[in-house]
C-alpha cells in the first residue's frame, strides 16, 4: 500500500476550481448523536472512483443539486469498514448528512 493513500483528504470548490475548501462534517450521525471529532483538522472525507473497495459520488443531472457517496469524518479519508459511512447532500455538496 502507497503511504500517500493515509494521508487522503477531500476538498470541494464551487466557483469551478478557483477556490477549494474542505468538505463540510454533519454535526450529527444518522441516529441523530452529536458527531465528536478528536482531530482539529476535522472535516468530510468522501470516496471516488480511485476507491475500489467503496463506490463512487452518485448523482444524477436530473437530480439537481442530490449527491450520495460513502466516506467519513476525521483528518483523513479512512477506508476502515467500522469508519466508513454513507452521506446525502441536496445542495450539491454544501452540507451532508449521514444516512
Known amino acids: 500500500m502507497n ?3 493515509k494521508f487522503k483528504k477531500t476538498v470541494i470548490t464551487f466557483d469551478k476550481g478557483g477556490i477549494w475548501q474542505p468538505v463540510e462534517a454533519p454535526w450529527t ?3 441523530g448523536k452529536r458527531i465528536i471529532c478528536e482531530d482539529m483538522d476535522c472535516s468530510l472525507h468522501l470516496h471516488s472512483l480511485s476507491s ?3 463506490g463512487p459520488f452518485y448523482s444524477n443531472e ?4 442530490l449527491v450520495i457517496s ?11 469498514a467500522d469508519e466508513v459511512n454513507t452521506y446525502f447532500s441536496r445542495d450539491g455538496g454544501l452540507k451532508w448528512l449521514e444516512i
Not at 436530473?62 to 443539486?65: P, Q, S, W
Open 62 to 65: 436530473n437530480a439537481i443539486g
Open 3 to 5: 503511504i500517500l493513500n
Open 29 to 31: 450521525d444518522s441516529l
Open 70 to 80: 460513502t466516506g467519513n469524518v476525521g483528518a483523513y479519508l479512512s477506508n476502515r
Open 52 to 54: 475500489v473497495r467503496y
